[in-house]
C-alpha cells in the first residue's frame, strides 16, 4: 500500500478547508442580507403582488369575487376620470419640475461659487423644508392660501386689493407645484451641489490661465459636471409627479369645489379603494400608473446616460 505523501495530504487539506471556509462567508453574507431581504419582502414585494392578484378579478352581485383577467385595465384605460388625473399630473410635471430643478441649479451654483457669507446657514436653510412632512407642508401652505383667514387674506385687507385666490380651480396646481418646490429645492440642490464638488480643481485652473469668465466656466465645466445628477434629481421628480398625492387631498379639505376625489390617479385609486370599496379597480388603477412612471423613469434614465457618454 502506497501512503500519500505530506505534501500532497496537505494539499488535499487545504483545499477542503478553503471550500468550508468560502461556503461559510458565502452564507454569513446572505445572513447579513437576510434582515433587509425579509423587509424587501414583505414591504415592496407582497403588496404589489397582492395588487396585480387584485386587478385580475371583480366583485359583482352575482357570483362574488370572480376572476375577470384584463377587465379592470380595459375599464381604467376607457375611464375618462383616469385620463383627467393623468392629465393633470403630466402638467404638473412639465411646469413645476423645470422651475423647480433651474432653482436648485441655481443654488448649487451659488453655493459652490465661494462668494456667499455663510454658506453653512443657506445650504442647511435650503434643505430643512425637505425635512418637514410633507401632509404638514401641504397644512401650512394651505392655511397661507386662505383668502378668509391666512396671509393672502391678511394681505387683501391690510392693502385693500384683491390677489388671486392659490386654492381655485385656475391657481390649485400651480398652488401645489409651488408646495412640493418648496419642498424639494434643498433635496435637488444637495445632489447637485455634490456633483459640483468632484469637479477636479485642475479644471479651473486651465479656466484661470485661460482667463475664462464666470458663465464660461459654468458653460464649460460645472454644467456638464452636474449631467448625472441632473439625471438623478429628474428621475426622483418623475417618480414624485407622477405620485402626487399628500398635497391634493390634504388641501381638498379647504378647498373641495377646485380638488375633486380624481384630482390625480393615486388620489383617484385611494377613493375608489377607501370610499367606493372598489379595491379591484383602484388596484388596476395602481398598477398601471406604477408601469407609466417606470417606463417613463427608464426613458429619462436612457436618454440621460446617452447624453452623459457623449
Known amino acids: 500500500m502506497v501512503t500519500p505523501s505530506l505534501p500532497a495530504a496537505h494539499s488535499r487539506h487545504a483545499r477542503s478547508g478553503t ?42 352581485l352575482v357570483g362574488g369575487n370572480v376572476f375577470a383577467g384584463f377587465a379592470n385595465y380595459t375599464a381604467a384605460l376607457h375611464d375618462p376620470k383616469f385620463w383627467s388625473a393623468l392629465r393633470r399630473v403630466v402638467l404638473f410635471f412639465f411646469v413645476q419640475v423645470p422651475i423647480m430643478l433651474a432653482l436648485s441649479a441655481f443654488a448649487a451654483l451659488a453655493l459652490d461659487s465661494a462668494r456667499l457669507r455663510f454658506p453653512a446657514f443657506f445650504r ?12 404638514v407642508a401641504a397644512l401650512m401652505w394651505g392655511f397661507i392660501y386662505g383668502t378668509d383667514f391666512g396671509l393672502v387674506g391678511n394681505i387683501n385687507s391690510a392693502f385693500g386689493i384683491s390677489l388671486p385666490d392659490p386654492l381655485s380651480n385656475t391657481w390649485v396646481l400651480a398652488a401645489m407645484g409651488n408646495i412640493a418646490a418648496w419642498g424639494f429645492i434643498g433635496y435637488n440642490m444637495l445632489i447637485l451641489y455634490s456633483a459640483l464638488r468632484t ?19 459654468i458653460r464649460a465645466i460645472k454644467l456638464p459636471a452636474m449631467r448625472s445628477a441632473f439625471v438623478v434629481a429628474l428621475i426622483f421628480s418623475v417618480i414624485g409627479s407622477f405620485q402626487l398625492f399628500n398635497e391634493p387631498n390634504v388641501l381638498r379639505t379647504l378647498a373641495p369645489n377646485s380638488i375633486s376625489t380624481n384630482f390625480t390617479p393615486n388620489m383617484y385609486a385611494y377613493n375608489l379603494a377607501f370610499s367606493g370599496q372598489q379595491f379591484n379597480y ?29
Do not use: C, N
Open 124 to 135: 442647511i436653510s435650503l434643505f430643512l423644508p425637505y425635512a418637514v412632512p410633507s401632509v
Open 199 to 217: 469637479v477636479p480643481k485642475e479644471l479651473y485652473e486651465a479656466a484661470e490661465i485661460d482667463r475664462a469668465g464666470t458663465f464660461a466656466v
Open 19 to 60: 471550500r468550508r471556509s468560502g461556503g461559510s462567508r458565502r452564507w454569513t453574507g446572505w445572513g447579513f442580507l437576510a434582515p433587509f431581504l425579509v423587509v424587501f419582502a414583505f414591504t415592496l414585494v407582497a403588496p404589489v403582488v397582492y395588487a396585480i392578484y387584485l386587478s385580475f378579478f371583480q366583485d359583482r
Open 282 to 310: 383602484a388596484a388596476a388603477i395602481a398598477i398601471i400608473m406604477g408601469i407609466i412612471t417606470m417606463v417613463v423613469a427608464y426613458v429619462v434614465q436612457t436618454v440621460g446616460i446617452r447624453k452623459d457618454g457623449r
